[in-house]
């Protein structure tokens, strides 16, 4: 960015001290009239008026340095390395912390709730472990809860301990149970 900067200062520059690219009027001396034969004064120039400022060079290099001029007035100024990087800085310590906020309120130690409650039987026969998992959290003071980890044990009557008695439908129960859960 620098090098452009410098490659428009020259050519600003060098703009400023070019030839004209169109051929300027010489100025010519007022031109002295003849001596009038009957008064014998010679007479002056006709007018005093003051000369007209010299025109603007229009040339193509003229041109370019008021577009450079212009272009470079519109542009924003440049931070310099240091400032850039403190800056950064400051936005990734604003995020990181917003990050870090937004993950302890999602899962903090506090609204995990731990335990052993089991899980009842729904109408259809299979286990109820969302019950379970409000159950929990209601011991823990929350609201509600979502099921983070379950166990299962299959329960049997004494019967299937007899030895040679065959083994029925009846006699095990699977027996589910809510271990962990995140409360809310």
């Not at 002295?32 to 603007?56: C, F, H, I």
């Not at 089991?118 to 959290?137: E, T």
């Not at 439908?169 to 149970?177: E, Q």
């Amino acid at each position: 960015m620098r090098s452009a900067a410098l490659i428009a200062l020259v050519w600003v520059l060098a703009a400023g001290t070019a030839w004209p690219q169109t051929a300027v009027p010489l100025q010519q001396a007022p031109a002295q009239l003849a001596p009038s034969p009957g008064n014998g004064q010679v007479p002056g120039p006709q007018s005093d008026a003051p000369q007209p400022a010299a025109p603007e060079n229009p040339g193509l290099f003229n041109e370019m340095g008021k577009m450079l001029e212009k272009s470079l007035s519109i542009l924003p100024s440049l931070k310099s390395p240091g400032e850039t990087l403190d800056e950064l800085h400051a936005k990734t310590k604003d995020v990181v912390k917003d990050a870090g906020e937004s993950l302890s309120r999602l899962a903090t130690p506090s609204s995990m709730a731990t335990g052993r409650i089991p899980c009842p039987a729904a109408a259809n026969g299979a286990a109820d472990c969302k019950m379970a998992a409000d159950r929990l959290c209601q011991s823990k003071g929350f609201k509600e809860g979502k099921s983070l980890s379950t166990d299962s044990v299959e329960a049997c009557s004494a019967k299937v301990l007899i030895p040679g008695r065959t083994r029925k439908p009846g006699d095990c129960r699977t027996d589910n149970f809510v271990t962990r859960a995140l409360c809310q």
